[in-house]
């Protein structure tokens, strides 16, 4: 047991709890093909001055939490980012193999965002949150020009153009991919961008570095208690918002291919604080 003594704070607390923007992370309402662009909308707009005087914790570096802290790291806010690996670019995702799927419909063969929303919802058993799944097809369009930005080597026809194949058992061709190592090659464009911030001072990274609980104060996270996991030795990090990225938790099963250290445990302990929980089917 560490008693509240022995936890060294990174940043004084008070520095943060005035003046942060609040970010509304409820499902929006509405029509399905229109809530998120709303929201998008709606959302307060932080200036461009006055986001450096920002904090935002990533704890995770995989292809969700690699990509937020280079993303908000590039918009002008500091980030402090955690993994426990030795390295950001050993995250889980670097196993990921067949593909990430993509409606740009350069087959011309009936492809669209509706018809990945659909056969992504069915997929998943007609189980998954809906304006979530339709987020993510409309979206899918633009990663595939961000990745290639980042100089993700994807499979190319001879002419040149980006090759896809059909994957998943879907009735279009819709998955890019790099051979058999789609998620390495998507891991190692995260981790340039992010490296770059790290190089630019804009992200502090904290490798070997494990997430022992969430800070919440007033409903909100706004903080970590994490432990080196070379020295054992437990800090507290202050922020004005915190983004779990943390993988899945194959390892709550008896047979998994993911790494044994995705096991839920940050998910687990953010439940704990108060976070909802949901779907542990899907992993
Ligand atoms: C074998 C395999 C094949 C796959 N193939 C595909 C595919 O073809 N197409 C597809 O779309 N998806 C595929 N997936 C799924 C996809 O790879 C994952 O869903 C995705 O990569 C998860 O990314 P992530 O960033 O959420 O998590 P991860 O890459 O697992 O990253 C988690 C990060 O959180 C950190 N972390 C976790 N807990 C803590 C803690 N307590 N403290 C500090 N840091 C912590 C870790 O250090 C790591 O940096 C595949 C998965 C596997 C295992």
Redesign the pocket.
Known sequence: MTSTADLTPHGNYADYVTGAPVADTAAPDGPIAERWDRRRFEAKLVNPANRRKHTIIV????????AAGATLAEQGYHVEQ????DS?RR???I???????AAKNYRNDGDSVHRLFYDTVKGGDFRARESNVHRLAQISVEIIDQCVAQGVPFAREYGGLLDTRSFGGVQVSRTFYARGQ??QQLLLGAYQALSRQIAAGSVAMHPR???LDVIVVDGRARGIV?RDLITGKIDTYFADAVVL????Y?NVFYLS??AM??NA??VWRAHRRGAYFANPCFT
């Open positions: 704890v995770g570096t995989g292809l969700a939490g690699g955690f993994c426990y690996q950001p995250a889980h995702s196993a990921a193999q067949g593909g990430i799927n789609t998620g570095t494990e997430m994490a990225a943390t993988g899945g194959g291919t993911n250290n995705s445990t940050a």
